[in-house]
């Protein structure tokens, strides 16, 4: 497995925008930390300060950080594309399996990368709550602290499932910005069969379909957490209760997604003609 993780590594180091695009997407995150800090004077009248409404205390600072942290991923995506992108133009795929690398090591590359690069995005995702939490918040009981703290392993699950999904993309149509697009028209073919469902069926039944989708799905792992900062603000919480806790069957179809496209992933690559 080291092996595998080292060579896929060291293609991506030597090449200066996978390294621009990886520093990118563990920086971003960090913004976090901007807007926790953010202080701004609404021209003398009042003073916006997020920190101080308590949107960063623990428990909530772990659904908050994780769900806006995992919009950025969109540019290890990037990469993740790329990486099948370049081994196609650049011939190197072709070379790797001539040297010995057999084709299921070439796909176990790949995901160790992702596995990898996910897991050092959700370490750095924790030291950010763990600042940000101990900063603002009173609770200093190691046991309250990390209540809700379920959401780094929804978080880490996620990227691994969205780029597993985009590497099953670059491996199906070879070029990085054919499987971008076609990531944006999953998206749009995922709301089409949801409206046709709604239109056909009722919205209950097409609510709980469209959450076996593969995009849907990975978004449902962290649910967005604008409710739950309102439940902690207004006396009666009874419009605004919703669930927003990770679930272990979201967790399981996410998983299945996963297993789906790297199986997929492997099955191209060894019926196709290289």
């Known amino acids: 497995m080291l ?5 896929e590594l060291q293609k991506l180091l ?3 925008a996978s390294k621009v ?4 997407s563990f920086i971003l995150p960090f913004f976090v930390i901007i807007l926790s800090s953010l202080r701004i004077n609404f021209f003398g009248l009042f003073v916006l300060e997020l920190g101080h409404y308590g949107i960063f205390n623990f428990p909530i600072v772990w659904h908050i950080t994780t769900f806006f942290a995992s919009q950025f991923k969109f540019f290890f995506a990037i990469v993740v594309v790329s990486m099948i992108g370049n081994e196609y133009s650049n011939k190197t795929i072709k070379q790797n399996l001539i040297d010995g690398l057999s084709k299921k090591e070439f796909i176990l590359s790949k995901f160790y ?9 959700t370490l750095l995702i924790f030291l950010i709550c763990l600042c940000i939490g101990l900063y603002y918040s009173s609770i200093d009981e190691m046991s309250l602290i990390f209540i809700d703290s379920e959401f ?3 978080y880490f699950l ?4 969205f780029f597993s999904l985009c590497l099953f993309l670059g491996m199906l149509v070879k070029r990085s910005a054919f ?8 998206f749009i073919v995922e709301w089409i069969i949801y409206g046709i469902l709604t239109w056909k069926t009722n919205e209950a039944l097409a609510d709980k379909i469209q959450n076996f989708f593969p995009l849907k799905s990975m978004y449902k792992l962290i649910d967005q957490p604008f409710q739950r900062i309102v439940m902690s603000k207004v006396p009666n919480k009874q419009d605004f209760i919703y669930d927003f ?4 069957h979201e967790i399981a179809i996410v998983l299945a997604w996963t297993v789906i496209f790297i199986f997929s992933s492997y099955r191209l690559l060894k019926r196709r003609d290289l």
């Open 245 to 248: 806790a990770v679930h272990w």
């Open 179 to 186: 499987a971008l697009a076609f990531l944006f028209v999953l």
């Open 113 to 121: 990368t992702i596995v990898f690069f996910s897991a050092v995005a």
């Open 3 to 7: 092996r595998l993780l080292q060579l």
């Open 158 to 161: 996620k990227l691994v499932g």
């Open 21 to 24: 695009l990886i520093f990118i």
């Open 152 to 154: 780094l392993f929804a």
């Open 14 to 16: 030597l090449n200066r």
